[in-house]
């Protein structure tokens, strides 16, 4: 990467293409790729992008620091999933037809060039849900 590169990185968003692949119990796999932004501030890296569903248009922001994370979801899905390494963290995931407590105890937290990894227990309103692996690649988009 070059200099101008880390300048712009340091100083403003980027747009970038972004590829969230999502594994659940090692066996059960969803990709995603949409366009987003990349950003730094105060020593944490953020990712912004949008997805389609039926429901509706939902925003999502993934901020990723040391040892934490944190995932927020608004729009036709809203959802706050907090992560830090080996600490359980309430969340929470809001449906039309209520809000359901959600708990994360996060197993690896990695953060490098283009890629943002997550590896974590999930349990929503006390029961378990599994194991997710959250891989988020990322690269600038030179269009």
């Known amino acids: 990467m070059n200099k101008d590169v880390l300048i712009r990185l340091a100083n403003h968003e980027i747009p970038v293409k972004i590829k969230v ?4 119990n090692a066996d059960e ?28 248009t939902v925003r999502t ?16 899905v809203k959802m706050r999933l907090p992560f830090r390494l080996h600490k359980r963290m309430r969340g929470s995931y809001e449906m039309p037809f209520g809000t359901f407590e959600t708990m994360t105890m996060a197993k690896r ?21 599994g194991t997710y692996h959250l891989e988020i690649t990322f690269q600038e988009d030179e269009q």
């Open 21 to 24: 692949k999502t594994t659940i």
């Open 29 to 56: 796999t969803f990709e995603l790729m949409v366009s987003g932004r990349y950003s730094q501030k105060a020593g944490a890296s953020f990712l912004q992008y949008e997805e389609v569903l039926e429901e509706g």
């Open 61 to 76: 922001i993934v901020k990723v620091a040391a040892e934490e994370a944190l995932i927020l979801r608004g729009g036709a």
């Open 109 to 129: 937290i990695e953060h490098t060039k283009g890629l943002i990894d997550i590896l974590y227990d999930f349990n929503m309103q006390g029961s378990p849900g």
